[in-house]
């Protein structure tokens, strides 16, 4: 294995050396130049020394605190945490409907992934609502993900002004701009345009972030066959030149800014173009990507509940269940898509975000193994049932029970013969989204920051029925 990923990492030496990317920005292009970095036009070349000092000066590991302590997100180590799904434009129903999602979805899915234990992250692009205009939707969505939930925040890339607008709101929240840039406390995704390209979007959310010291997660997602290269090899070592041109521009920009390396190498389906995430060649490239971001000792972010499916079924739980079980086993510190994705990340679903956190819960509880010890091996229990007994009753089983053996949330067991099942399946998980819709509250938040941040929102125009 290790000999597989020094060979990628060479082939992507030799990318940045002889092929370059292109950078779409003429301020970052004169940096570069000043930095000695060889630009020709728009094409930078990186040698292996100046890639290898940006990714020697990016933090190993790093937390990104949250408004509430409980909440602070630790990045890299072996460290395993789950975010739920990211950039979807629309949401498919129960009946298999494909609708554009709304700001109302978005509201829904910010008190959901807030209620549930399994994220410390909250906040992006959990849906892309189409009542909202793009020249505001970047602030309403801070807004809302700042006033709905007190976990980390997770930022959106951009416009320069779109996201200055996610900084200047959560420096109302943590103290001003000085305070903001302490610790960091946004988290920002940025996608290069495979293949070995920079936009300008990306590449001002990643001079704003830096400016103000917060992480940035460098994602690429060549498709393998359409911007890649068909063979997995020779995608991931384009993704990976990619990602590690992007963080040497982050430590650039400004050195130590704590990185997330990010590459998500994805396929085609040959027959249509399209992305294809649900298959065992995405698995096997979220495991090639992961050994490398080891290799590096960057944090990494990668995975998910990851489906081609366009509705909830077999085939989304059979795809979602390799997906997350690879990156879970490889150790992926950030698993961005957990929860809800559909459609190759073109459609989000309420009733796959709990099927995904079914899966959640049932891949940790594996992987945490067998425990063997005194009070686990039971030999007094087994002694004093004998040969012939039953342990249904005994005081051991009591003790354990409802700690030991795991219990599905939303599986239908136990039905009578006849019952359509996926029916129940699908009764137990309205019934759970409810519980926790009805259940949840907001956060406390002062009010002279609530004011400030209302403040914020309609001094620039926006509507009110958008401060919610």
């Known amino acids: 294995m290790q000999k597989k990923t020094d060979q990628i990492h060479n082939a992507s030496m030799q990318i940045l050396e002889r092929v370059g990317i292109r950078v779409h920005h003429r301020e970052i292009l004169d940096l570069l130049t000043k930095n000695n970095i060889k630009v ?11 890639v290898m000092a940006g990714v020697d000066a990016a933090p190993k ?62 906040g992006g692009i959990l849906v892309q609502p189409e009542d909202l205009g793009a020249d505001h939707a970047h602030a309403v969505m801070a807004h809302s993900a700042l006033c709905c939930s007190d ?77 890649g290269p068909v063979t997995l090899a020779g995608n991931i070592a384009l993704g990976n030149a990619e990602a590690l041109a992007g963080i040497a521009i982050c430590q650039i920009l400004q050195p130590g800014t704590p990185v997330v390396y990010g590459l998500q190498a994805t396929t085609s389906d040959m027959r249509t173009g399209g992305i294809s ?10 495991a090639g990507c992961a050994r490398l971001a080891k290799r590096y000792g960057l944090p990494c972010r990668g995975g998910g509940c990851s489906t081609d499916a366009q509705a909830l079924c077999v085939q989304s739980g059979y795809e979602s269940m390799l997906q997350m079980l690879v990156a879970c086993q490889e150790k992926i510190n950030l698993i961005l898509h957990s929860a809800g994705i ?19 819960g049932m891949v940790r509880h594996y992987l945490k193994g067998v425990c063997v010890d005194d009070d686990t091996l039971a030999l007094d229990t087994i002694t004093e049932v ?28 136990n039905v009578k013969i006849g019952t359509d099942f996926n029916s129940q399946i699908l009764l137990n998980i309205q019934s759970k989204k409810q519980k926790i819709l009805d259940a949840y509250r907001p956060p406390d938040l002062a009010p002279e920051i609530r004011v400030r941040l209302d403040r914020y929102l309609t001094d620039l125009g926006i509507e009110r029925n958008f401060l919610e």
Request: net charge negative; hydrophobic share 35%.
């Open 40 to 50: 020709t036009g728009e094409i930078v070349f990186f040698s292996r020394d100046q």
């Open 277 to 286: 995430i649900g298959t065992p060649d995405f698995a096997l490239q979220t």
């Open 386 to 413: 004998g040969p012939g007994g039953e342990y249904l009753t005994c005081r051991h089983t009591l003790e354990n029970c409802r700690k030991v053996p795991w219990q599905p949330d939303i599986s239908a067991r």
């Open 151 to 227: 976990k980390v925040l997770l930022g959106m890339p951009g416009r320069a002004e779109d996201v200055q607008k996610i900084m200047d709101l959560a420096g109302i929240v943590f103290g001003g701009m000085d305070r903001l840039a302490e610790k960091p406390r946004v988290l920002t995704l940025v996608n290069t345009l495979s293949p070995l390209q920079m936009d300008v979007n990306t590449l001002d959310t990643m001079r704003i972030c830096t400016h103000y010291h917060q992480p940035v997660i460098i994602s690429p997602g060549p498709m393998a066959g359409a911007t």
């Open 61 to 122: 590991k790093f937390t990104v605190y949250a408004r509430n302590p409980k909440h602070d997100l630790i990045i890299g180590g072996d460290s395993v945490e789950f975010g739920a799904g990211y950039g979807c434009p629309a949401i498919i129903d129960p009946d298999g409907r494909r609708r554009n999602a709304r700001f109302d979805d978005y509201l829904n899915f910010l008190k959901l992934v807030h209620q549930c234990d399994y994220f410390k992250l909250n």
């Open 342 to 360: 559909l459609e190759g990340y073109g459609a989000m679903s309420y009733e796959k975000f709990f099927a995904d956190l079914e899966v959640i």
